[in-house]
Structures are given as C-alpha cells and as structure tokens.
T-cell receptor, first 114, second 115 residues
Framework: DTAVSQTPKYLVTQMGNDKSIKCEQN?????MYWYKQDSKKFLKIMFS???????INETVPNRFSPKSPDKAHLNLHINSLELGDSAVYFC?????????????FGSGTRLTVV | DQQVKQNSPSLSVQEGRISILNCDYT??????FLWYKKYPAEGPTFLIS?????DKNEDGRFTVFLNKSAKHLSLHIVPSQPGDSAVYFC??????????????FGKGTHLIIQP
C-alpha cells in the first residue's frame, strides 16, 4: 500500500546504455515529478507533469525524457547514460491545488553509471 | 544561484532540549515554505509548511516561524526525541497556480539527537 513507489531501488549500468526508472502513485494525485539528488546532496526538480502540461527544468539534458502512460505513472527514461548521471532519483506526486500540504516522495532510485 | 540556503550542515542537540533549524531564501516570489525530514535510503517525508501570509505554524512538537522581511524561516522541535535524528530539508515554492514549478530545496541539515 505504498503511496509512491519507484523501481528499481538500485541500478548499476554502463556508460552509453539506455535505462528507465518506473514510478507509480496510488494517491489519486494529478501531478507527478522527478527530482535528482546529486553528489552534493542538492535535490533539484527535473520535470513536473500533469495531464495538461509538462514542465521541464531547462538544465536537464534532452537525454532524459518522462513518459506517462496514465495519471498514476510517470516513468523516467534516460538515453546514452553518462558518468555524471550517477545520482539518486526521486519521484514525487501532489494534488496541484494543494501543493502547500506537501508532496509525497518515493524512496528513491540510486543510479550508478560505470 | 542557491535560492534556499541551510548554512548548518549538521546540528547536535541533547534529547529533551529544543532543536532549531534555520533556513534563508533569496527569491521574494516564494509563497510557500515546507520542511521535509529524510532518513537514509528513504524519500523525504513532509513535516510542516507555512504560507507567506503567516508568521507561525504549529503542529505538535514542530513549529515553523517565518520572517518574511528577513527572508528567514526556522523549524523548532521541542522536546527533541531520538527519532528526530534525520536530515531536514527546507523547501520553497512559488504560487504558480499549481505548484508546477516544483520545490526548491536547501542542502539539508543533519540533526543528531544525543541521548
């Protein structure tokens, strides 16, 4: 009955590969997000998405693309992985009219590119 | 261009005492401020928030104070308990009509409660 679940929890892959991280929420929220926590521990937003619009942080390389098959899922696809992509990626969700009540985060996916 | 700053990487407090975590921000467009707590290998969990039209919000042992003129907020935990040991993130957002801009996080403060 996990509210926001991500898979896999750990992902080790070689440079140049393409990989996906899946995210599902069962809270009935209409907005989902991907955040990246880098080696300096900063949590930065990568994307926010609801059924109306996708907002992309302009600093995110176009090798990263969110894919949403439905309102409960927002997967993160990464092409041509690079060493600098190693980080912990967090999925989150919220109701767009009540974001001041907090976002719900998944437990994170630790991606290691070797 | 760090818009949310937590200048104390760590803080050690004795059990039963008050813990005060500080946060400063630079963007005057922020309308909501939130505190998250994070344990290792878990995602951040929402703790408490405050709107920019208020200066205080209280929830049990947790109180957040906002000084808008100083662009400063603080989280008070009293009394501190061992389970409060975690990393605390300050976050802010603009009222962009849906929160689509997401949250801007500080770097976090590692709170350690000493028995």
């Amino acid at each position: 009955d996990t509210a926001v679940s991500q898979t896999p929890k750990y992902l080790v892959t070689q440079m140049g590969n393409d990989k996906s991280i899946k995210c599902e929420q069962n809270l009935g929220h209409d907005t989902m997000y991907w955040y990246k926590q880098d080696s300096k521990k900063f949590l930065k937003i990568m994307f926010s998405y609801n059924n109306k619009e996708l907002i992309i942080n302009e600093t995110v390389p176009n090798r990263f693309s969110p894919k949403s098959p439905d309102k409960a899922h927002l997967n993160l696809h990464i092409n041509s992985l690079e060493l600098g992509d190693s980080a912990v990626y967090f999925c989150a969700s919220s109701h767009h009219r009540n974001t001041n009540y907090g976002y719900t985060f998944g437990s994170g996916t630790r991606l290691t590119v070797v | 261009d760090q818009q949310v700053k937590q200048n104390s990487p760590s803080l050690s407090v004795q059990e039963g005492r008050i813990s005060i975590l500080n946060c400063d921000y630079t963007n005057s467009m922020f309308d909501y401020f939130l505190w998250y707590k994070k344990y290792p290998a878990e995602g951040p969990t929402f703790l408490i928030s405050i709107s920019s039209i208020k200066d205080k919000n209280e929830d049990g042992r947790f109180t957040v104070f906002l000084n808008k003129s100083a662009k400063h907020l603080s989280l008070h935990i009293v009394p501190s308990q061992p389970g409060d040991s975690a990393v605390y993130f300050c976050a802010a957002q603009r009222d962009s009509g849906g929160g689509a801009d997401g949250l801007t996080f500080g770097k976090g403060t590692h709170l350690i409660i000493q028995p």
